[in-house]
């Protein structure tokens, strides 16, 4: 077989993009994000110990829209990676490893949480005071 007639990337022909796959690499991605996560928490926990005006700046930062935003993400991330890492338990246990299962119980990863971050994110407004 001539060099330009084999196929550059033979794997691109044989898979399809599922949701399994979908759910796979965003489990990887979201664990990335809490680790970069946790960095921003270390900050906040040493503005908390530096005094006053570097917990005052740390807070403004989170407060702002891109800090919001941020933590919305992280949330979500969260409860994803975790409801996720569950089902992933489960298939070590050698359950819920059939196609129809596993398609389904991410559907219910993804709505669970979406459910907890909501739920999350509601009671914090509503602890704050609307200031959340």
Same mark, same amino acid.
């Given at each position: ?21 979908? #759910? ?6 979201? *664990?990335?994000? @809490?680790?970069? %996560?946790?960095?921003? /928490?270390?900050?906040? &926990? =040493? ?38 890492? #569950? ?6 246990? *050698?359950?819920? @490893?059939?196609? %129809?299962?596993?398609? /389904?119980?991410?559907? &219910? =990863? ?23």
């Amino acid at each position: 077989m001539a060099a330009d007639n084999r196929p550059v990337s033979p794997h691109l022909q044989i898979y399809r993009f599922a949701w399994t796959m979908a #759910l796979s690499i965003s489990h990887r991605i979201s *664990g990335v994000f @809490l680790a970069v %996560g946790a960095i921003f /928490l270390v900050y906040w &926990l =040493v503005s908390v110990a530096s005094g006053p005006s570097a917990f005052a700046t740390a807070q403004g930062l989170m407060a702002s829209w891109a800090g919001c935003a941020l933590m919305l993400a992280w949330t979500l991330a969260f409860y994803y990676h975790f409801f996720n890492g #569950l089902r992933h338990l489960f298939w070590d246990a *050698g359950k819920g @490893l059939d196609l %129809g299962t596993a398609r /389904l119980s991410g559907y &219910l =990863v993804v709505l669970a949480a979406i459910v907890a971050t909501a739920v999350t994110w509601l009671a914090a407004h509503s602890v704050s005071g609307g200031a959340a």
